[in-house]
């Protein structure tokens, strides 16, 4: 069943499947990082109680979850990458990491910013930004951990161990707002029966959510593509793709 995926375990295979994913992952982040933005943030209506302050939902909560998102691929790939000893998973780990931690970022700033005139402080130890906070540590030791090592085989494999260890926080952050009493707004978009925003105002936000997943994708291909180079930089493949690459660049300066 799974026969079709064996060969992507070849750095060199994963590295042409990257490349041909990549075009494709930077169109949709495009296209839909402009239909979004511009729909949420100028032609959608402003909230009746928050005024336009409301429209930075359209970037901190599509960088909420991508920063979940982003976690969530990494404790797979560090599970396969236990389980099964295949390296390209903990190259995927390894590639993810940065991302996941700047969309972690992003979520902490904006909802800052957000609560600073919706709360009256830029924060407080609300469980939700708390736990999202824990997160972002994680993910910085993750990556303080794995270039801790020189040897990068064992920097991968101790890495995906953090990895998993980190893993109890996602469900606390994602129902925080549901086991304690917060300040943080309950679930908006997930009662798709009936949800809490308005039509006109909830399809930008899926809109910039797809922008957001896709922009992880754009970036985590990138930085994956990079981590197979520097970690199999001795390989002959790659040597001839180096050639290739500067020998295109030679061609093109003439």
């Known amino acids: 069943m799974w026969k079709w995926l064996h060969p992507y375990a070849k750095p060199e295979r994963s590295y042409q499947l990257a490349g041909k994913l990549l075009p494709w992952f930077t169109a949709l ?36 979850m991508m920063a979940m998102a982003a976690y969530s691929t990494m404790a797979i790939a560090a599970f396969i990458a236990l389980v099964w000893q295949i390296r390209m998973a903990e190259m995927t780990v390894a590639a993810t990491a940065p991302v996941g931690a700047v969309f972690t970022f992003i979520a902490l ?9 919706m709360w009256g402080a830029w924060w407080v130890w609300d469980a939700r930004l708390t736990s999202e906070l824990i997160l972002l540590f994680v993910y910085l030791g993750i990556i303080a951990l794995y270039n801790a090592f020189s040897d990068k085989v064992l920097a991968g494999r101790a890495a995906s161990i953090l990895t998993l260890v980190g893993v109890i926080n996602l469900p606390i952050i994602h129902y925080s707002v549901v086991w304690w009493n917060t300040l943080h707004q309950g679930a908006t978009i997930s009662k798709f029966e009936k949800p ?20 992880l994708g754009t970036l985590t291909l990138m930085r994956f593509r990079n981590e197979i180079l520097a970690r199999e930089n001795h390989r002959p493949w790659v040597t001839a793709l180096i050639t290739d690459i500067n020998m295109q660049k030679l061609t093109g300066e003439k």
Not at 109 to 117: D, E, L
Not at 196 to 215: D, K, R, T
Request: hydrophobic fraction near 60%.
């Open 109 to 117: 700033f904006t909802g800052a910013a957000w609560g600073k005139p």
């Open 29 to 64: 982040t495009v296209i839909t990082f402009v239909v979004g933005s511009v729909w949420g943030l100028v032609f959608a209506p402003a909230d009746y109680q928050q005024g336009d302050s409301f429209r930075i939902i359209y970037i901190h909560v599509p960088a909420a």
């Open 196 to 215: 809490s925003m308005a039509p006109e105002m909830l399809w930008p936000l899926i809109i910039m959510i797809v922008a957001f997943g896709a922009f």
